[in-house]
């Protein structure tokens, strides 16, 4: 993970796929349970800046009945901001 020496887009990026990684470890029947959601909130970058990090649950289209995993941080105070997605399947 970059702290603050890296470049603010290795950070932004970092935190997001960190931010995607905890949101992709819900088991399959807790996906299912809270999509389709979303949420948003504040917190702080390595460096110490604030950011906003927003994920999202959403149903996919293709693959029909696959879960798409979006995670957005962004520095609106430089208009920066880096997204990161997966698309999860049901197991089996």
């Known amino acids: 993970m ?3 020496t890296g470049t603010p887009g290795d ?3 970092a935190m997001a796929t960190e931010e995607l990684n905890a949101a992709c470890s819900l ?5 299912k349970r809270i999509t389709p959601w979303g ?5 702080f ?3 110490g800046r604030t950011v906003e990090v927003e ?6 289209v293709d693959p029909e009945g696959a879960i798409v995993v979006e995670v957005e941080v ?3 105070s430089a208009r ?3 997204e990161a997605r997966a698309i999860l399947h049901a197991p089996g």
Do not use: C, I, Q
């Not at 088991?27 to 996906?31: A, C, F, I, S, Y």
């Not at 994920?55 to 996919?60: E, F, G, M, P, T």
């Open 2 to 4: 970059t702290g603050a």
């Open 11 to 13: 950070e932004l990026t």
């Open 27 to 31: 088991t399959w029947p807790e996906l």
């Open 39 to 43: 949420d948003s909130f504040e917190g």
């Open 45 to 47: 970058a390595p460096s």
């Open 55 to 60: 994920r999202r649950y959403l149903w996919a």
């Open 74 to 76: 962004r520095d609106a």
């Open 80 to 82: 920066t901001g880096v």
